[in-house]
Nanobody, 115 residues
């Protein structure tokens, strides 16, 4: 069983930066894939970025060049560095871990980009 706790959300002006953290309670080494998703009001949840156990990454087109996903196995934490934030990045951001045939979700953290 893996539990995930997100932190780092908040209110930021357009063009600003935030770093989200997802702390893993359990064995991070057992996790095959970790991802950051987001869900804006009235929209479906979408995958923003993902990172494999080998460190390969993938991003949705709308965040390429602005967001960076990384993982620190020693700290049991996955990060999402978000730069050049835009109002359309406003959403609740969720961390997800895929291990075996099971996945776990965090509770979500709100990111609001507004002047």
């Amino acid at each position: 069983q893996v539990q995930l706790v997100e932190s780092g959300g908040g209110l930021v002006q357009p063009g600003g930066s935030l770093r989200l953290s997802c702390t893993v309670f359990g064995s991070i080494s057992s996790i095959n894939l970790m991802g950051w998703y987001r869900q804006a009001p009235g929209k479906q949840r979408e995958l923003v970025a993902a990172i494999t156990s080998g460190g390969n990454t993938n991003y949705v087109d709308s965040v390429k060049g602005r967001f960076t996903i990384s993982r620190d196995n020693a700290k049991g934490t996955v990060y999402l560095q978000m730069n050049s934030l835009k109002p359309e990045d406003t959403a609740v951001y969720y961390c997800n871990a895929l291990y075996g045939h099971t996945s776990s979700w965090g509770q979500g953290t709100q990111v609001t980009v507004s002047s």
